[in-house]
């Protein structure tokens, strides 16, 4: 929608093909049906939390970042607001206005809508072309429509997404129209997406949220952690999820190999290890009657308390006034590191992005246009992109889709 309305803004005539029965399907389930559009981050900030291939899109964001996102919204009938995160959300907190936004404009811009549309194919010239002094293999000439139809064009941008919530319309069809156009693929992988765990016990404590922990992703061997954040999360029975595992997935796929994936999470992240030992110590001493499993009701939520004294080791009906400093010092580490085993990410069908896609040395950062296919163009979830949550996907949509809508040439 924003390549037809950016493209249509410079003077091209166009028509947005669409295979659903309506535009913009994804956006309705995106932050939980509110439509998280972008992120207040200042530039700087912004480009840290993206994860692949950053650097490719400094000209689509500074073309069009995310302030040039919500005057465009607000231009357009949908005021926004930001909360917690520097999110940013429409005011009615529903999706449906941001695609109602997306609407009006193309319908100002005169762009014809075709809905339940499906492209089959492109049309390809057999000829070479050259451009720039440089031999291009081929120029697309038009798409080959479900029917058999034929479509002329003298460009044509993909925005097909990628492969993440198929049941949007996002099942891989734009990755094959670009291969046949001679491009390549990166690996797809589901991102922003819960992780599955080796340890039994996260069962027992499915359904138990825990906000305020930290979490380090490390690669087993290894010291320095490829991913650390602090937040909000939730155990499953099948791992872990939330807002920050979520974050953590993102970088699983960056670390391959045959060796474990170790996840530590950080209960107490507000008390460095002498002052939880000296909190614990208190603690233990206002109940230094007590069984060891009936003191520490201060420390965690009912739901945790039983599997925190099965992994320290500690006999839960021993006396506090009988557990040894030893014991209270292992406890104590345990609370700062405990151990899951990430043996895997959830499927496509759970996934909020997906990683992968057209390898971007492939298309032109400046433009978006293939460096393979003379005016083929790229834009969105496509491409060899992704981020971090928090409104920061979807502006790498608006902003890629933008600059390939206002690069196509007459």
């Keep these: 929608m924003m390549a037809a309305y950016a493209a249509a803004a410079a003077g091209h005539q166009v028509v947005l093909l669409e295979k659903n029965e309506k535009l913009g399907k994804k956006i309705y389930i995106t932050g939980k049906g509110r439509c998280n559009v972008t992120n207040s981050a200042d530039k700087e900030q912004f480009f840290q939390n993206i994860v692949t291939n950053s650097k490719f899109l400094y000209s689509s964001i500074y073309q069009f970042d995310n302030q040039a996102m919500t005057a465009f919204l607000e231009e357009y009938g949908c005021r926004v607001k930001t909360e917690r995160g520097g999110r940013i959300f429409p005011v009615s907190d529903h999706a ?9 404009a193309l319908k100002e811009m005169y762009v014809e809508i075709r809905l339940r549309t499906e492209v089959k194919g492109l049309m390809l010239s057999e000829t070479q072309s050259v451009k720039q002094g440089k031999t291009l293999g081929r120029q697309v000439q038009g798409v080959l429509l479900s029917g058999g139809k034929r479509m002329e064009a003298d460009a044509v941008i993909l925005a097909c997404g990628g492969l993440s919530y198929p049941s949007t319309g996002s099942d891989g069809a734009g990755y094959k129209l670009a291969e046949q156009a001679g491009h390549s693929l990166v690996p797809c992988h ?29 690669k087993e061997g290894e010291a320095k952690p490829v991913y650390s954040g602090f937040g909000e999360m939730l155990f499953t029975h099948f791992g872990v999820s939330g807002p920050l595992i979520l974050s953590a997935s993102s970088y699983c796929t960056k670390m391959p190999g045959e060796k474990d994936i170790k996840l530590f999470l950080n209960l107490k992240p507000a008390m460095d290890e002498e002052t939880l030992d000296k909190r614990i110590l208190r603690d233990f001493e206002e109940n230094s009657h007590k069984a060891f499993k009936n003191a520490l009701g201060g420390l965690f939520p009912s739901k945790l308390i039983p599997v925190m ?24 580490n345990l609370i700062r590191n405990l151990p899951l085993t990430v043996t895997g990410t959830r499927g496509f069908a759970e996934a909020i992005i997906t990683q992968g896609g057209i390898p971007v040395s492939e298309v032109n950062p400046s433009t978006m246009e293939s460096r393979l296919c003379e005016g083929l163009y790229f834009a969105g979830e496509m491409l060899d992109i992704d981020a971090l949550t928090g409104g920061y996907n979807l502006q790498l949509a608006w902003s890629t889709g933008h600059l390939a809508g206002a690069s196509v040439k007459f």
């Design 309 to 332: 004294v099965e992994l320290s080791g500690i006999d839960g009906e021993k006396k506090v006034y009988d557990v040894t400093r030893e014991e209270r010092r292992g406890f104590v």
């Design 96 to 104: 449906s206005d941001v695609t109602g936004a997306l609407q009006r």
């Design 190 to 218: 589901s991102a922003l997406v819960p992780l599955e765990v080796k340890e039994r016990w996260c069962r027992r404590l499915q359904g138990l949220s825990l906000k305020n922990v930290e979490i380090k992703l490390v």
